[in-house]
Structure formats: C-alpha cells, structure tokens
C-alpha cells in the first residue's frame, strides 16, 4: 500500500525544502496525482506533524 506513503514523503521533503504549507502541499500534489490524500488514505496528521515541527525549529533558530 504505498498510494499515501509516497506521496506523504514528498509533502514532508516540500515542506522541509519550500516552506509550503499543508494545505498547498496537498493541493500541489492532487494536481499531479489526483488518487493522493483521499479520505481513505489521508496522510494529512503526519504532514501538520512535520510542518509543525519546522515551524517551531525555524522559530528557535531566529531566536539564536
């Protein structure tokens, strides 16, 4: 079953990589692949995880 882990590692490398947020990342790669991030499979937890994550990192290493 790898329709939402792929696709779920590249929302996360776009966020990491961009600055995207969840919403655009999901839209980006619907426009691309239309079957992703549907109800059944929804990765969408794990990407709020990981741009949460960063914010929070980004906002540290400002404070430095």
Request: hydrophobic fraction near 35%.
């Amino acid at each position: 079953w790898g329709l939402m882990r792929s696709p779920c590692v590249i929302g996360c490398y776009l966020i990491y990589k961009y600055k995207m947020d969840v919403d655009s990342v999901i839209q980006f790669i619907q426009s691309k692949k239309n079957f992703a991030f549907t109800q059944i499979y929804n990765f969408r937890e794990l990407l709020d995880y990981v741009y949460n994550y960063y914010q929070k990192k980004n906002k540290n290493l400002l404070k430095s």
